[in-house]
């Protein structure tokens, strides 16, 4: 019974997160993280296009019900739909709702979807919708200790929209100690970004100096 989950789980980034408030420190995860691509996603059904659209659509249509109603089968659908392009539509169908209950339930996804292409539209809009003073501190704790590389990646590159020092801080320390390579390269290409005359001078140093070669 879908509707009868319970809720009550812990923050699965709040303890992480906790150590790290304002950039912290990072040496105890760069042995867990680095080139670590954590375990393989849950492999996706091929579906029949016309089925495809059938079903998205009707995920999509769920958004219309209230949201005692409607939270609860697009979870269901975000967990364990063998498809991972309607994962991914029931993600962003959780996320257009905007509630509190639908942003605790984008990062429950984000940390513990077995799918890449469902967790990825979940950071995305945690780094639109979360309150100003929660969103670097749940995306940090996702690019610091998250398993899976490709979603550390997609929570640094939400890191680089947010236009804030305190964000520029936390893409310098991943550039400089982030962990794995696919990281620091977003963190360079975002700071890159950055519309600070002393970045080009940064990025430059970086170029030379980086011991990953291909970072700069």
Do not use: F
């Amino acid at each position: 019974n879908v509707s009868a989950r319970a809720d009550d789980e812990t923050d699965p980034g709040e303890e992480k997160a906790s150590k790290h408030e304002d950039g912290g420190d990072w040496e105890e995860e760069e042995q867990e993280t680095e080139e670590d691509s954590g375990p393989p996603d849950e492999p996706s059904a091929e579906m029949p296009q016309d089925e495809l659209e059938v079903q998205g659509q009707a995920i999509e249509s769920l958004s219309r019900y209230p949201e005692e109603k409607n939270l609860p089968l697009l979870r269901e659908i975000a967990e364990t739909s063998p498809n991972d392009e309607l994962r991914a539509r029931a993600v962003e169908s959780i996320g257009r709702l905007g509630t509190p209950a639908a942003l605790e339930l984008l990062e429950k996804i984000a940390w513990k979807n077995s799918q890449s292409e469902a967790r990825r539209p979940a950071v995305e809009t945690m780094g639109r919708r979360l309150p100003a003073d929660k969103t670097l501190e749940k995306l940090s704790a996702i690019a610091r200790t998250h398993p899976s590389s490709d979603t550390r990646r997609m929570a640094v590159e939400s890191l680089g929209r947010i236009d804030s020092p305190r964000a520029t801080g936390v893409l310098r320390e991943i550039i400089a100690k982030g962990g794995d390579a696919e990281s620091q390269r977003q963190a360079v290409e975002s700071l890159g970004r950055r519309d600070e005359r002393s970045i080009v001078l940064e990025l430059l140093e970086i170029a030379w100096t980086h011991p990953v070669l291909d970072v700069g």
